[in-house]
């Protein structure tokens, strides 16, 4: 038999077929331009026209081991040579080691977990047993926040991705610690006051849960004062609230810590995780659940099922993500990194009139761009952007860096396996872009 060798496309027309078949999430599909991407590793891909890019972002905040880990990859492939799937109602050696070392790992006394396919499922579920165990139906949330794109999730976001998918699920938002540029940070006391308060006119007998991000990711990297997270975890005990705390973006070492509760020492009644659990490689999240909490269903149906609950593919690229972190100490070398990226953040700051904040936690950052130092106006507005921002984004890119530019805002949120010298070859391309910006800035 003759096997007839295929023929690679060409960039162009791997761009141009995936345009005509397949739909691009949170877009307008005219005008796209997708990078044709054919292989990557470490801090940097490249594309099928042979362009080298460094992924300042680790694309969605999310490919946290860096790209192409060979114990990743092998991990993948034992388990695919060995069993790709079985029924969830079935036990694997893989399901049963992820879930011994994920109840090491997570904080406190949370010690089982449901998996899930991704993050957005992982806080729908978080959501669905929150009200069953509580037996209440309202959700609190905070509107500097993104927690999923469908159903229940989509309600409990507050930012407006939320506007054009809302209706009426029993969600209830809540101003955050962090009110904006222009408005400063508020003490974590004013922010707990206004839970307090809201909790009060809602019922605090209705409420089953408050879902919130410990860090504010795709909203600006939001960082809470002191005493906030300690403030909610005592409210929500008080009022009989369960506290789920959506990690899907800041666990696995984003933070400097394995997750970003633990920089407070809060540990909540459940917490939701993916990307960084298996580095992206294979999709997977998980519900995390104190005993309090998993007590429920030892006598009670829990009603809630995943065709790819605990999927073996996706339990042994977990595994074998966690074995990258540890034997690199990715997690400590966010901790260190973080603290080259802050001060890369600060000089950007001194240097560019059109830097107005740049916050940071472990690798975990953003710049915030304002048209004038004194008054903070936004480089962009609120859920838009302006010609100089596209401009900035699209030198970002002309001189080989991929991250997130969302409104004024740029985020620095490389692979937890970055180096010094690749930190300030990513900087040095900020630097450059952001020229752009300081010619516009009221001096």
């Known amino acids: 038999m003759v096997v007839e060798a295929v023929k690679a496309l060409s960039a162009a027309e791997i761009t141009e077929l995936c345009l005509r078949h397949t739909l691009y999430d949170w877009s307008a599909q ?25 992924d300042f972002n680790s694309q969605l905040m999310c490919v946290n081991a860096g790209h192409g880990d ?48 991704a993050g957005n499922d992982a806080n729908e579920n978080a959501i669905k047993i929150a ?43 809540v101003l955050d610690p962090y009110h904006g540029i222009q408005r400063g940070t508020d003490t974590a006391q004013v922010a707990l006051d206004l839970l ?28 809470p004062p002191d005493g906030y997270l300690q403030g909610v975890r005592e409210i929500c005990d008080r009022h009989g609230i369960l506290l789920i705390c959506d990690e899907v973006m800041t666990g696995f070492g984003r933070t400097g810590r394995w997750f970003a509760v633990d920089h407070w020492d809060v540990v909540p009644d459940l917490i939701t995780l993916a990307k960084g659990l298996t580095s992206s490689y294979v999709p997977l999240g998980a519900v995390g659940m104190r005993p309090q909490v998993a007590a429920y269903f030892d006598d009670k149906v829990f009603y809630g099922g995943l065709t790819y609950n605990s999927h073996p593919l996706g339990c042994a690229a977990a595994l074998g993500a966690i074995q990258a972190y540890e034997e690199d100490d990715m997690v400590g070398n966010s901790r260190r990194m973080g603290e080259v990226l802050a001060n890369h953040h600060r000089r950007l700051q001194e240097r560019h009139p059109c ?33 100089e921002m596209k401009a900035i984004a699209q030198a970002l890119l002309d001189a080989g860096m991929h991250t997130f530019v969302r409104w004024n805002t740029i985020m620095t949120n490389p692979p937890l396996c970055i180096t010094e010298a690749e930190l300030d070859e990513g900087f040095e391309i900020l630097d450059g872009a952001l020229e752009i910006g300081d010619r516009v800035v009221t001096k």
């Open 355 to 387: 830097v107005g904040a740049v916050r940071s936690i472990g690798l975990f950052g953003a710049i915030e761009l304002v048209r004038d130092r004194k008054t903070l106006e936004p480089m962009a507005p609120f859920n838009g952007t302006s010609p």
């Open 30 to 54: 005219a005008g796209l331009k997708p990078l044709a991407v054919a292989s990557a590793k470490g801090v940097h891909f490249q594309t099928a026209d042979g362009k080298r890019f460094i």
């Open 196 to 223: 307090e308060e809201t909790i009060r006119l809602e019922g605090p007998g209705t409420i089953a849960a408050f879902i919130i991000e410990p860090v504010t990711g795709t909203n600006g990297i939001l960082i």
């Open 70 to 117: 060979q114990r990743i990859i092998d991990a993948i492939k034992r388990q695919a040579d060995q069993l790709p799937y079985i029924s969830p109602f079935m036990a694997t050696e893989v399901r049963a080691r992820l879930g011994r070392k994920l109840a090491e790992l997570l904080p406190g006394d949370i010690d089982k977990v449901l998996f899930t396919l």
């Open 131 to 173: 009200r069953t165990v509580t037996g209440r139906s309202k959700i609190l949330a905070r509107y500097r926040s993104y927690h999923g794109s469908t159903g229940t999730a989509i309600q409990a976001t507050g930012d407006p991705r939320r506007w054009p998918n809302e209706h009426a699920v029993g969600v209830v938002h």
